[in-house]
């Protein structure tokens, strides 16, 4: 279930009761001035809810990380009892945002702002338990220059 870690500067594996898309937790609202309708985050307790049901494995216990990185984000499917493959499956880019944003919230990276690349990132079928699994890697480690 894991990836390598050589090099990381981060490594979790995070099990999950279900995946969340931060596009889904989105509202759609009325601007009062004009009528015209928008798109737009909930209050904040309605967006925390991207982050609830969420274990940790494993402790990080070193500072927040505060330079240029690539990250890897594996979102691990089970196959259903049947053993056929899940067919419920949201868009890779999409699920990339909730985790992206737990980790500047649990303060392991400074701002997502830093992430330069997501090298290797999918979703991953057949797995034991659904778990999102990140590893962070300094940016200069795969440097394409």
Known sequence: MT???????????FEVKEFTSKKNQKGIFKNRQTGQLFIGSRNAKQAGKVNEGIKLY?????????????????????????????KRVMDLSNLIQGPE????????????????????SCRVYGSQVKAIEVVIYPAEVFSLK
Do not use: Q
């Not at 090099?7 to 979790?12: I, R, T, V």
């Not at 990080?60 to 493959?85: C, E, L, M, Q």
């Open 101 to 120: 944003d737990a980790l500047v919230n649990m303060e392991i990276l400074a701002d997502d702002k830093l992430i330069e690349s997501y090298d290797g």
């Open 58 to 86: 494993g402790v990080w216990n070193k500072k927040t990380i505060d330079r240029p990185v690539r990250a890897i984000f594996r979102f691990h499917y089970p196959d259903n009892k049947d053993g056929s493959r899940t």
């Open 3 to 13: 990836a390598s870690t050589d090099g990381a500067l981060y490594y979790a594996i």
